[in-house]
């Protein structure tokens, strides 16, 4: 297939406009090498993992693969502990749901991610080629990575935020349109007010910054792609899609729960971690939402449901387990990395000669 736009592909050194979206807990290596292999960029999510744990991942990247990839930490900000106590409500509920699943006592929050500074440090030690950011990124980190030689991405979903990251330096943006899943990367204002659609947002960035703009939000195949590069986008990022890979490191609940559900099967929830993300509807979301009071805010929920999602984990319980998902997930495909791929590139060929 012969790309026109190469802007992002020159820049960063891979063959196909489609990137790997590096959702942690749902990538890993083997993903990352496989994406690679068959001409995309990989990625993966590395919010949950510690330093040392994420220098082996990065170095068995590099053994199996010389092809650039992307790893992604979430924004040094969401680190921060804010003052809250949880409220009566949430907590009966929780302690309910520990003494259903034999629990016992609610956890004291404690951290779940980075520390940040510690990762970027691996990230840039190891000499990872493309570092990206959820949740924004200041000036100071983009002007580090840079001068230890790596690109860097980062999600905005607004054109406010897109311009205020262009402004800070990074290399390339990702349009995160409202029908995204997993956790939505608005570090702006409120997100109610940053659920603009791929389709209308993209071409919006695209105006309005100069760096190669990379398409996120229900892009499922073919068609989407061809779209995103229609609208002036240089790329897509594409999560749910690949959830449908066999090589997808997820339980065996949620594949099927994908594989079974439509669009308005999901929800954009705080419900789970605090912050807003989307997800498939289940038990916990729903009582958890229908619940009169304040949740606790980011990342102290998360922190609190930490022993629930672990078991729900380990049971393949689909009332407790965190669902993402992304609202292209009625055109989710049975498929692995190599297939998927090679599809994208020969049906997008095709679809630009019909047109």
């Not at 509920?93 to 691996?122: I, M, R, S, T």
């Not at 349109?177 to 071409?203: K, N, S």
């Not at 009071?293 to 999602?309: D, G, K, N, W």
Request: glycine residues 10%; hydrophobic residues 45%; negative net charge.
């Amino acid at each position: 297939m012969n790309w026109r736009n190469r802007r992002l592909l020159d820049l960063f050194g891979f063959e196909h406009p489609v990137l790997l979206a590096p959702m942690a807990g749902a990538t890993n290596v083997d993903m990352v090498v496989r994406m690679n292999q068959a001409g995309g960029l990989g990625g993966l999510g590395a919010a949950g993992i510690k330093p040392d744990a994420l220098r082996t991942m990065v170095r068995q990247i590099k053994a199996a693969s010389n092809r650039p990839f992307q790893v992604n930490l979430f924004a040094a900000e969401s680190e921060q502990w804010p003052e809250a106590t949880m409220g009566p409500a949430l907590q009966e509920k929780l302690k309910g749901y520990h003494e259903e699943l034999a629990l016992g006592a609610l956890p004291v929050p404690g951290p779940l991610f980075g520390p940040v500074a510690e990762q970027l440090a691996v990230l840039l030690q190891e000499q990872v080629p493309v570092i990206s950011f959820h949740f924004g990124v200041d000036a100071e980190t983009v002007s580090l990575v840079h001068q230890a030689g790596a690109r860097v991405l980062c999600s905005a979903t607004t054109v406010e935020e897109a311009r205020a990251l262009a402004d800070r330096g990074v290399d390339a943006i990702i349009a995160q349109g409202a029908e995204a899943g997993g956790h939505r990367g608005t570090f702006l204002g409120d997100y109610r007010q940053a659920l603009i659609g791929t389709m209308a947002l993209v071409p919006q960035v695209v105006d309005a910054v100069t760096v190669p703009v990379i398409a996120a939000g229900g892009i499922m195949d073919a068609r989407g792609l061809v779209a995103s590069l229609a609208l002036g986008a240089s790329a897509v990022q594409m999560g749910t899609a690949f959830l449908g890979c066999r090589e997808a490191p997820i339980a065996t609940v949620w594949r099927d729960k994908l594989m079974s559900s439509q669009a308005d099967d999901l929800v954009v929830t705080q419900a789970l971690s605090g912050k807003p993300a989307r997800g498939l509807r289940n038990r916990y979301i729903d009582e958890i939402d229908a619940l009169d009071e304040p949740l606790l805010p980011y990342p102290l929920q998360y922190s609190a449901t930490r022993t629930i999602r672990r078991e729900a984990q380990q049971q393949n319980n689909s009332d407790f387990l965190p669902m993402w998902s992304g609202q292209g997930i009625g055109m989710l495909q049975d498929s692995d990395i190599a297939s998927l791929m090679a599809a994208l590139v020969s049906d997008t060929a095709n679809l630009v000669r019909r047109l």
